[in-house]
């Protein structure tokens, strides 16, 4: 979706778009994503989230980010070719939410997060934090995010900290209709530390296909028992209600920053499938293809 995602933040990557979109999750996930990356890069995530819990309120995220270079090629102060280097990039996030006012409309999160690096024999070490915020206003969601909120880092081979940059992310997404086929989404990033211009971001999806759905437990199954099963299952249907997967296929498509991006979206048998791939600056040559992989538990 061109990265419009800040107002949308409706499955467990908000742990990395909008924390405070892990209020509004149903279940709780176990999410795998990977990334190729042009120079024989890969990237990754596995992520743990919970919705909110018995109160309705808080709800929490575990996730790990991955990125290696392997055979980048090094050069020296005059351009010559040197060995080739490993580089390692890994961050850890421990992710907070809660709901806010009478209709349970407005969400807050925060993301603390840790960071090592490594290119060749330099080592970093660093930490900081996000926040963010999602709130439902008619048939509008707006999002609101500050990533990098105060995030510092020491290298080895340097005395000084270094300080993140920190990014504001604002955007809005809105259903344009009441099935939810068609969805959009429009954002706005920009760079507080510097003055670079902010990048504009629009995307959306529209839905292809819908199938049956699976309900296991639910309200409805009562019309299916008996009087005399009715006392024997009914602490079963009360205390174990399952919501409902729905069976759809997604198109998905956003512009952002340069980069196109293109994929699907499968839900089926309560998993959710995701393929995508991004062109930035439009160059084919350097295709990024994402795979994301989010299994409820």
Known sequence: ??????????????????????????????????????????????????????????????????QTGLGIQGYDAVGNKTKKLTNYSNAAYFSIARKFGKLDNFSLGVNLKGIYEKLDSIDGYGGGMDVGALIKVSFLNIGVMVEDVFTVEKFTSRNELIYYDRILKMGVSTNLSKENI??????????????NKAIFRVGG??????????IDYSLENLRNFEDDNFEKNFDKIIKDPKKEFKEELFFNIGFGGGNLGLGWTLKIWGVKFDLASSFPELDWDKTNVLFTLDIPY
């Open 1 to 66: 979706m061109g990265g419009a995602f800040v107002a949308v933040a409706d499955d467990p990557s908000a742990i990395f778009h909008n924390p405070a979109g892990l209020a509004t999750l149903e279940w709780s996930y176990l999410s795998l994503h990977l990334q190729k990356i042009p120079l024989n890069k890969y990237s990754g995530t596995i992520s743990l989230v919970s919705p909110p819990d018995k109160t309705g309120k808080w709800a929490y995220g575990f996730a790990g980010r991955f």
């Open 182 to 195: 068609w969805k959009i989404s429009v954002q706005i990033d920009k760079n507080l530390s510097t003055s």
């Open 205 to 214: 999806y529209f839905k292809l296909w819908q199938g049956k759905g699976d």
